[in-house]
């Protein structure tokens, strides 16, 4: 199996924990699946665990964010069952555990370990998550790989521009990818989230209204070499100060609002053999994300989803 996105991490979703003595109560049914009070309550606690500055959203809020993920984890499993017979064999497990310690800043399981349960988030269960996500990406990679497209010439041409100017820079980034959902309009829409950004700021509005992986770091994305960046984008993010937000942006499977949370110069002095492999391996990760994008809307347009 091949490590095929930046963000596999990022996706990691809680699940349902059982609570005696609750009452239980039906919310969702997704295809034959049901979707209760409790799985949403917990889905909220492992969100917060993965992300302690959801704790600034309300209630409902986050109960919004919990019942989308868990909708969105159903339909993904049930497609991943229908093609993997065997889901036990992954090769590259170990890899994604560390990533998830340096993610909660533990540098072994157990104390990794200590801190689930200080929390009540069950270790097993969050090791099953990261597996189904696993097998998501690599589900996506055997689809669409070979739909994938880069023409290194034009890359190269398009670096040689960038490496051109005289000074070159690089943007700590954060972004919402949003779509528009039955009678929106597009700059109500925009008006909607950037009231949000201002009242809330614009991590919990990543969670809220981004479909990105990213929403679950708040949006973040980190630092990105302007040379990995569309010329379009360049033009933008220059005409930006620190902290400022961005426009919408039409962007392919929705649009793309920016924030730069810091900004520096690059070495000025650039491997360009390197630059162009970094070029590449970036393009093939935001097409095999659209890809991912597309494929779990269609999935979704596909299973009936009944609220109750």
């Known amino acids: ?44 606690k492992y969100l917060v665990f993965l992300r302690p500055n959801l704790n600034g959203l309300t209630e409902k809020e986050l109960s919004i964010i919990a019942e989308n993920s868990l909708i969105k984890e159903i339909i993904k499993k049930k497609e991943l069952k229908r093609i993997f017979k065997d889901d036990e064999n ?13 993610f909660k800043n533990v540098k072994s399981e157990s104390e990794f370990k200590n801190l ?11 090791i099953t998550k990261m597996k189904y996500e696993a097998m998501w990406n690599e589900l996506i990679f055997q689809k669409y790989s070979s739909f994938i497209k880069i023409d290194k010439t034009k890359l190269k041409k398009e ?14 980034l954060s972004e919402i990818l949003f779509e528009l959902e039955n009678n929106e309009t597009l700059e ?3 008006q909607e989230i950037l009231k949000y950004t201002n009242n809330n700021n614009f991590k919990n509005a990543a969670a809220k209204f981004s479909i990105s992986n990213s929403s679950i770091k708040g949006g973040e994305i980190g630092w990105i070499k302007e040379t990995l960046l569309s010329e379009n984008l ?27 949370n810091d900004k ?45």
């Not at 497990?93 to 990533?99: A, S, V």
């Not at 689930?116 to 969050?126: A, P």
Request: with cysteine; charged share 30%; proline share 1%.
């Open 90 to 102: 992954l090769e590259f497990m170990e890899e994604i555990k560390k990533n998830l310690y340096r």
């Open 1 to 44: 199996m091949r490590k095929v996105f930046i963000l596999i991490i990022l996706s990691i979703i809680p699940w349902h924990l059982c609570q005696a003595n609750s009452k239980i109560e039906i919310k969702y049914k997704v295809g034959d699946e049901i979707v209760t009070n409790l799985d949403i309550l917990d889905e909220r």
């Open 159 to 172: 670096l040689q521009i960038k490496i051109s100017k005289n000074k070159k820079y690089e943007y700590n």
């Open 234 to 260: 360049i033009k933008i993010l220059g005409k930006m100060k620190k902290n400022d937000v961005s426009k919408y942006i039409k962007y392919p499977n929705g649009y793309l609002i920016l924030k730069i």
């Open 116 to 126: 689930l349960n200080k929390s009540n988030v069950n270790y097993e269960k969050i």
């Open 264 to 308: 520096r110069e690059m070495d000025q002095v650039i491997n360009v053999n390197k630059e162009l492999n970094e070029m590449s391996n970036f393009e093939k990760n935001r097409q095999l994300n659209q890809f991912s994008l597309l494929f779990y809307k269609k999935l979704k347009q596909n299973i009936n989803i009944n609220e109750y």
């Open 188 to 190: 109500k829409k925009y």
